[in-house]
């Protein structure tokens, strides 16, 4: 008789054990999901950054660099949701450790940087080539520096600043994230004339 009220005893110490370890079970479970998408979106947003920048450096003074730096960023950003990608700016960097200058976030500044919205990866080519009222006019390609020396060297630094919006899947640590990358490269020298 003993051995059944012992057994009935340790059944309701389970249960109060189970409502116990449950909630804390949740949190970490939860917390590792959402942990795992975040980390997706920052890589994708740095990765994005960094493949944007390559074609930054290579196209020089192509007049279309910036139709194909924004292609560039919205193929490699494409593990994000559409619309997660808030901002892309191409600026022209002091040095190889300059970062994004803060007028440029907010803004396009001539002769310094082009700042696009994630709705600008949907543009026509057409839209570019620094014509008046081309997205890319105020830091014209035309005018990036790419010789070795002379009056159009050395070659330019170029940025490529990338901000992306995480929107948090369970809710648990606030409703969004935001995630953001730099990335600055020498633009390619190449021979004029």
Known sequence: MSRNRRARGDRGAALVEAALITPVFLLLLFGVFEWSYAFLDRLTVKNTSLAAARV???????GSADYNILQTAKRSSTAMRSGQVQLVV????????????AGCLTASVTNSCNRYTGADFDRALSQFGCATGAADIAWCPSTRKVAQGGPNGPPDYVGVYVQGLHDNVTG???KTMTFK???VMRIEPARLG
């Open 181 to 183: 990358s730099d990335t």
């Open 90 to 101: 191409i600026y022209k960097a002091a040095s190889s450790t300059a970062s994004v200058p």
């Open 56 to 62: 930054a450096s290579s196209e020089g003074l192509n």
């Open 172 to 174: 648990l640590f606030g």
